[in-house]
């Protein structure tokens, strides 16, 4: 998101220094709440929301199963994207829905308990009434599109990581459409400049545009 945004920014506010962080949701709150981080973007849920900081709903995101594709081919199904392949586009795809039951005999890699979309995730398998075989846990979401893509386990990703060219991976819509808030956040008594606004804006154009 930065690289695309910094360079119209930059023309509108050449004096304006920032110092871009990457940090989990877990990070940025403590680093927001004490002013330390002025501006946070992050993906959670609203129960997942902090008391003292102020939250600019950008858009919602799915998250998606993805497969390996010799996997899918062994179980017939057939997972492709309805619209545009670019990877631009990965958001205005659309995909076959697949019931996750289908895949309780086979391993899965996902994200750290301590991240916010695994409560997501696992309340997707409580939906689905099983538990899953764990290879193992990851704070990368890249980690987990490289699993699958190997061929060693099957992941629950947010629509962002789609690799929509890879044809390793075949990815599949889950029954309950799990989707969760892509947001900036601030400290609620924290005043926010034109330019942190103008940023926040360009941002939200930025994801809004992906949706």
């Keep these: ?25 877990h990070d940025q709150n403590p680093l927001l709440l004490s002013g330390q981080l002025d501006i946070g973007f992050m993906t959670l849920f609203e129960s997942q929301e902090k008391k003292g900081l102020e939250y600019l709903r950008i858009t919602k995101e799915s998250l998606v199963l993805a497969v390996p594709s010799d ?12 619209a545009s392949d670019s990877a631009s586009d990965n958001y205005k795809v659309l995909f076959p829905e697949c019931n996750l039951t289908l895949f309780k005999d086979y391993p899965f890699v996902l994200t750290h308990k301590n991240s916010t979309i695994r409560e997501l995730v696992d309340h997707t398998f ?17 980690a987990i599109v490289s699993a699958v893509h190997s061929g060693i386990c099957c992941g629950i990703i947010p629509m962002y990581y789609v690799r929509p060219q890879d044809p390793h991976i075949r ?8 989707e969760w808030n892509i947001c900036a956040a601030h400290r609620k ?12 804006s360009l941002a939200a154009g930025y994801f809004q545009a992906l949706t």
């Design 71 to 82: 996997l899918a081919k062994q179980m017939a199904l057939h997972g492709s994207f309805s």
């Design 189 to 200: 008594d924290h005043y926010l400049t034109k330019a942190a606004r103008e940023f926040i």
């Design 126 to 142: 409580t939906h689905a009434e099983f538990k899953p075989d764990v290879l193992f846990e990851t704070s990368n979401n890249h």
């Design 1 to 25: 998101m930065f690289s695309n945004i910094y360079p119209e920014f930059h023309q509108l506010y050449p004096q304006v220094h920032i110092d871009p962080m990457e940090l989990s949701v």
């Design 171 to 178: 990815y599949f819509a889950l029954p309950e459409h799990p």
